[in-house]
């Protein structure tokens, strides 16, 4: 049965990740709604799921060893790292989905991704394979280099734009994102096998 490790980023405390300066919705409890709503949704259908951090606050969790140490421990075979962007200025929208800038068996995996969200949100910007200055860059590198398993990270949207903020704090919108996820996931292994 295939294994699938969730990674829902930050920690609550001390790190809760980008927040939305009008609202105070957190990335921490963003990324921690859409792992369980993934996990109920995989489990659903067979996968075996575990979550890489299962508390609002936990602390251990910021040690971004214990996430992947977990993962390559419990010799998953994807890893999912679910974030929320954040920028200076209040446009910047989309989501994004990161592989390593070498090729890796996180391409399929991102490729699949991308094709469900874009499939899901065919109104919303999306790029694959993104790089730029974001000042997250090094940890996002950390999870998907020290991971064994095929891995990518998800940027859902941007929590520092007003309208994708809103979205972001809608259990409904939470739900299609966190399914959308899910089938790429279940295609990478259909393509797989
Ligand atoms: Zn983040």
């Known amino acids: 049965m295939a294994r699938i490790c969730l990674d829902a980023g930050h ?3 001390p790190d809760p990740g980008a927040i939305n300066e009008l609202t105070g919705l957190q990335e921490a409890d963003v990324t921690l709604d859409v792992a369980y709503l ?6 659903s259908v067979g996968y075996e799921v575990m979550l890489t951090r299962i508390l609002r606050k936990q602390l251990e969790t910021n040690d971004l060893a214990y996430r992947t140490e977990l993962s390559n421990n419990w010799k998953a075979h994807v890893f999912v790292s679910l974030h929320c962007n954040s920028a200076d ?7 994004e989905i990161w592989t390593l800038p070498w090729r890796t068996g996180g391409d399929e995996l ?8 874009s499939q899901e949100y065919p109104d919303l910007t999306g790029r694959a394979d993104y790089v730029n200055g974001d000042p997250e860059r090094r940890n996002k590198f950390y999870v998907l280099t020290h991971t064994e398993a095929p891995a990518c990270l ?3 949207a941007f929590i520092s734009n007003p309208l994708e903020a809103k979205w972001l704090a809608d259990p409904a919108w939470l739900s299609r994102m966190a399914w959308a996820i899910s089938l790429g996931i ?4 259909g393509e797989m096998s």
């Open 11 to 13: 920690s609550g405390h």
């Open 38 to 43: 993934m996990q109920k949704y995989l489990a």
């Open 89 to 95: 200025n209040p446009v910047a929208r989309g989501y």
């Open 110 to 117: 991102a490729t699949c991704l991308f094709n469900r969200i």
């Open 154 to 156: 998800v940027e859902m």
């Open 186 to 189: 279940v295609d990478y292994f």
